[in-house]
């Protein structure tokens, strides 16, 4: 204990607060430094890092200026500042610094210099970082912080070191503002809040990760362990989702459940489809050959029993970002209650579903007036600056822009799409079925679909970026988009 009760001179116990340590470890020149102050101490109590990000440094009092560093945080919302600006004289006279960089999750908001008696540099940090909880600590670093909220009559602003604050600030006011209503604002559990019933989210769980070299869905990418599709997951629930159907593999569903789908079916209703090889109609003879399932859309065929009316499907391993989800919501709720009664297709600038280490395919789509033509599917595009190109399979090299719209497989559907899918795949077997690699792929149908005018395709145009996995050595690119935008506030830790 840095602080113990002792008793009185008379021996009435717990009435003396004594000082036998300093406030945390310290480094071997600031126990010198201290020592000279206030005397040798005994011992160091525990590190402040651990409960407030930042800790009591050498010299330990100063005054200074508060000056912003990340002016993207949500703490910074509505000030206007930006990086650099300064609200003069808030820090002091005790600051705290040495910021626990190596703590998940934490971030130095604000940081820069304190003097003692105008002459002695010293370093400050302002830190906030999240609790276990869905909670966060801010870490003001300076007893000052007040000053910038009001002014009672009477009161008179410190004046230390050869500076002072200036009193309130509406800056000041906002950020603690944006703290309280963080902190207050209600996080009822996902299965409490408002969801349409009608809406279930069909997630592609089954393809095998060739390139990835592993079961790409269930590899964590959060700072609590989350993966993309607890991501994807929680965004489509709080857009309206009230459902949700896995498609997977016998041999991976135990790993599945355990690894993600429990963990869901805390959160909202869940079913499980498998898709395996041998569902094919009676009349056709799988070759011997064959070792992988039959592409998605036979994988979305395997979920007709579990599905009654109108579904997204994604694939589990992309994130696709909650303004999509919001997207795809609303036009599937749309056509539920009969307003429209057309497919709907999300689609993503090209430029930022690239990898940086190797090509890949996508789907570009053509449209026309807010409608889907049709989806183009480009094999072995390569990032190259802004923009990208791809060799066709005669070898030639097309420049590709970045701009063009392409498809990640976010797809809206009505029932409809089930008897579509029945008889298209009948034909693919016939056709191409005694092919080793031929998949029966969901953009193939549709397009099919929208040059025979039988149904039509929205296209909803996200304005998220995308990310995914799709060779090993993107995890740790979207291991830091994520843990970005738990930063900025956009998910909690823990995300369930």
Sequence with gaps: ???????????????????????????????????????????????????????????????????????????????????????????????????????????????????????????????????????????????????????????????????????????????????????????????????????????????????????????????????????????????????????????????????????IERQVPVEYCRQELEMVPEWFSIPPERRKPWGTGHAVLAARNAIAGNFAAVNADDFYGSGSHRKLAGHLQEAADGRRGDYGMVGFRLRDTLSDHGTVARGVCRSHEGFMEQVVELTRIAKSGRGAFHTDPDGLVHTLSGDELVSMNMWGFTPSIFGHLERAFARFLEERGGEEGAEFMIPTLVNDLVAAGRTRVRVLRSSDSWFGVTYREDRDRVTSQIRELVRRGSYPIPLW
């Design 1 to 263: 204990m840095v602080s113990p009760f002792t008793p009185s001179s008379t021996g009435v116990p717990n009435r003396i607060i004594t000082r036998l340590h300093s406030y945390g470890p310290l480094r071997p020149e600031e126990i010198e430094r201290y020592s000279e102050i206030l005397g040798p101490f005994k011992g160091a109590g525990p590190d402040e890092r651990n409960i407030i990000g930042a800790r009591t440094v050498v010299p330990f009092n100063g005054s200074g200026d508060w000056i912003c560093t990340a002016p993207d945080h949500w703490i910074f919302e509505g000030t206007g500042m930006a990086k650099g600006d300064f609200i003069p004289g808030l820090v002091g006279w005790e600051f705290h610094g040495d910021p626990d960089l190596e703590r998940e999750g934490l971030e130095v908001v604000a940081q820069g210099t304190v003097w003692t008696h105008g002459v002695t540099p010293g370093e400050w940090a302002a830190t906030i970082f999240p609790g276990p909880k869905g909670n966060f600590v801010f870490n003001a670093s300076t007893i000052f912080w007040a000053q910038g909220l009001d002014s009672p009559p009477g009161h008179t602003v410190p004046w230390t070191h050869f500076t002072r604050p200036l009193g309130p600030d509406p800056r000041v006011q906002r950020i603690t503002r944006n703290l309280i209503d963080r902190a207050a604002a209600p996080r009822p559990p996902l299965r409490d809040r408002p969801i349409a019933m009608s809406l279930t989210l069909l997630v592609l769980a089954a393809g095998m990760g060739s390139r990835y070299g592993g079961l790409k869905q269930i590899d964590p990418v959060g700072p609590s362990g989350e993966t993309l599709l607890d991501y994807s997951v929680y965004d489509a629930v709080r857009a309206g989702f009230g459902r949700v159907v896995f498609v997977v593999r016998a041999d991976m569903e135990s790993d599945f459940r355990d690894a993600v789908g429990r963990r």
